[in-house]
């Protein structure tokens, strides 16, 4: 085969481009572990607040993006977070999938690479996210089972679900949080 066709020279840069990602610019396992923890600590100390998984799994979403993205930006995300997490779930309820988080994961983890690289081909970015579809699925199981809490996290959760600082970001949510001085 002829080097220089662009079938060719697109394969070559499409590996290049997966090879940066893998060394320099991304790590899928961090995405991984923020979203499953968050998701675990919300299910564990929050879950009665929600009606059910679909805007845990996107609460979840959005305080990972936090640590990529700050304030209006992150802000800006919480519909497509929201339709990632909808998403998810429906997969879950039509294919009787157990866990609908390493969909959602894999789609924040597109999501989160893309605004990172704007110049990379979603294609390109969606292929490496499913690519590592088996080490997610690893990662999120992994943490499942070891899970018993984290101060870290959370200390990050308690203060998005009471802070008036993240307000807005909860209403978008549909998360409405009752003051204990409300609740007699």
């Excluded at 998403?87 to 879950?92: C, D, G, M, Q, S």
């Excluded at 984290?150 to 209403?171: C, G, L």
């Amino acid at each position: 085969m002829d080097m220089s066709s662009p079938k060719c020279n697109d394969k070559f840069s499409r590996r290049n481009e997966m090879e940066v990602f893998k060394r320099i610019k991304y790590n899928p396992g961090k995405i991984t572990e923020y979203t499953a923890k968050y998701y675990l600590e919300l299910a564990r100390s929050y879950r009665d607040i929600y009606s059910d998984e679909t805007y845990m799994l996107a609460a979840s979403g959005v305080l990972t993006a936090g640590h990529y993205l700050l304030g209006e930006k992150r802000y800006s995300l919480i519909p497509e977070i929201i339709d990632m997490a909808k998403e998810a779930v429906l997969h879950k309820n039509i294919l009787a999938k157990p866990d609908p988080i390493c969909d959602f994961i894999i789609q924040l983890q597109t999501k989160l690479l893309k605004i990172q690289n704007p110049s990379t081909e979603q294609s390109t970015i969606e292929e490496f996210c499913y690519e590592h579809r088996s080490d997610t699925e690893k990662g999120v199981q992994r943490i499942k089972k070891g899970y018993a809490g984290n101060k870290e996290i959370a200390s990050v959760v308690s203060k998005f679900m009471v802070s008036a600082d993240y307000h807005a970001f909860r209403r978008r949510l549909r998360i409405e949080i009752v003051p204990p001085s409300k609740m007699s």
